[in-house]
């Protein structure tokens, strides 16, 4: 296996450039010794959070923040041998609620997956957070519009590059899979909406969000998340938050002070309807005008191939990370997510207790988050790319990491990338219980990272390679084929149905209007 590490796709966003859009890295004649992962994008670190996966630097594993704000760099791998032709190229997106993570994770090694597929795979960086999303427009004035996409113009550049130079990898730049998980879902969700990308790409791998951060994020009483004037707010709020006295005392300011301080104001915050709720895309006539559902429908998917699902228990992660949230009544779950009409928050919990007969209040409430914030949104996405005609096949992934985290968020990864035993998985999921244990998680990841590779290659996830793998159907309105990853893989059809209907009747229809897109003339 080759990899190239930390090659520079633009110009550092430092100074005057900060919350401005990428400038592409001027050409360099030397050659570049790409050996190393580029840094990762300043961000805050939490409690017991091992900083040395992102950074080298020992100075920075005691701070309570790491990264830096030169961190546009991406990263390819690729198999040593030779073939005769070109080999199809994987992108990916990593997710981190668009404020953490990196491509340097091992989470999100490609090696296996490049190995096992042959295929080339890349990562990128992007500015995370308030440098790479958070709307200053109103703040800074007109020359910063657009500043909630400067994260989606970084992906954008990056594989703009990734494209164009594919070849001289050995990649095939007319084969082409972008491929997002959590926030990075969100964010190709976007890309794909902006039209950028249009033509470039084959098929897409949405995992575990669209659009974001909450659910739909729209309602008729509350209005739209992803609008400029909501932004603009989360800007201003922020800024007193921070203790900044104007704009231009914010980008005066060194960066590691603005998370200093920023990691200050979250200590003591529950992580999902803190950070993790601000830094979003929201509309904006420069990069995306229209969001990622209506993008749907005036064609943003069609001719494309897309694979997409969730895990059975999304907020499972979150639990780590707030035990005490199964302390919470469901009342006061259903009141912090926001984005539902007074209706709809009168009637949740009433609806979940029908639905989980014998599941406890603080259980109700993570069923509910879990519901609204992934398994709507997912559901509804391939809904409305099946009714345009788009090729789609969703999955469901069902593996538990323990009785309480259950089927969590971002369990299903080290089964993607065809490493589920090595010690990245073992910290993410837990080691295996014994061999017999680790034998199966082998056979899931052998089978999860096949459908992928077969999907990166052809757009479908053909399963004539994996004898002991069931087929896979493609999702259809009139049938809605879900494949089920777990110990034994199975096919059924719309599983969590009364669920996803309950939501898109109230949520959705209310909007969207029609139930469904219609097909293409």
């Known amino acids: 296996m080759e990899r190239f590490l930390g090659i520079p796709y633009a110009e550092p966003p430092l100074g005057s450039l900060r919350f401005k859009p990428p400038v592409p890295k001027a050409p360099w004649a030397e050659v570049y010794f790409a050996r190393q992962f580029g840094p990762a994008s300043m961000q805050i670190s939490y409690p017991d959070q091992d900083t040395s996966k992102f950074s080298d630097d020992p100075a920075q594993w005691e701070l309570p923040y790491f990264g830096s704000e030169d961190c546009l760099s991406l990263n390819i791998w690729r198999p040593a041998e030779r073939g005769g032709g070109k080999r199809p190229l994987f992108i990916w997106v990593h997710g981190g609620a668009n404020h953490l993570e990196g491509s340097r994770s091992p989470d999100y090694d490609g090696t296996a997956l490049c190995k096992t597929g042959d295929i080339v795979f890349a990562s990128l960086n992007y500015r995370l957070g308030p440098f790479g999303f958070l709307d200053v427009s109103a703040l800074g004035g007109p020359q910063y519009a657009g500043s909630s996409c400067n994260g989606l113009r970084d992906q954008l550049l990056a594989i703009e590059w990734i494209i164009e130079n594919a070849s001289a990898f050995g990649a095939d730049p007319d084969n082409v899979t972008l491929a997002g998980e959590s926030a990075g879902g969100i964010d190709v969700s976007w890309l794909l909406a902006s039209g950028h990308l249009k033509g470039r790409i084959k098929r ?71 950070l993790d709720s601000l830094f979003y895309p929201c509309v904006d006539e420069t990069f995306v005008p229209v969001e990622p559902f209506r993008a749907i429908r005036q064609g943003a998917l069609d001719g494309l191939q897309l694979m997409i699902g969730y895990t059975n228990y999304e907020t499972g992660l979150w639990l780590a990370y707030n035990p005490d949230m199964l302390e919470w009544p469901p009342e006061k779950t259903a009141r912090r997510i926001g984005y539902l009409s007074p209706q709809v928050e009168a009637e949740v919990v009433g609806a979940y207790r029908k639905f989980f007969p014998e599941e406890a209040g603080g259980e109700l409430g993570m069923r509910i988050i879990n519901d609204f914030g992934f398994v709507g949104p997912v559901s509804q996405y391939a809904e409305e790319a099946a009714a345009r005609g788009a090729k789609v096949w969703m999955y469901r992934f069902d593996w538990q990491v323990d009785d309480r985290l259950k089927a969590m968020h971002s369990a299903e990864l080290p089964y993607f990338f065809a490493r589920p035993n090595d010690d990245a998985a073992c910290n993410l999921i837990g080691p295996p219980q014994d061999a017999e244990d680790a034998g199966l998680r082998e056979r899931l990841s052998r089978i999860f990272s096949g459908y992928v590779s077969s999907f990166v290659h052809t757009g479908d996830p053909d399963t004539r390679r994996l004898p002991d793998a069931p087929t896979w159907p493609a999702f259809k309105l009139d049938d809605r084929s879900v494949m089920h990853l777990a110990e034994h893989c199975y096919v059924s059809i719309d599983p969590d149905g009364e669920r996803r209907g309950w939501w898109h009747d109230r949520v959705y229809a209310p909007i969207m209007g029609s139930t469904v897109a219609s097909a293409p003339a």
């Open 204 to 274: 897409a791998i949405l995992m575990s969000n669209v659009k974001g951060p909450a659910g739909f994020g729209e309602s008729a009483t509350s209005g739209s998340r992803h609008d400029p004037k909501i932004s603009q707010k989360i800007a201003a709020d922020l800024l007193e938050r921070l203790g900044f006295a104007d704009f231009e005392a914010l980008m005066q300011a060194d960066g590691g002070k603005i998370f200093e301080r920023l990691a200050g104001s979250a200590a003591n915050e529950d992580t999902i309807f803190g």
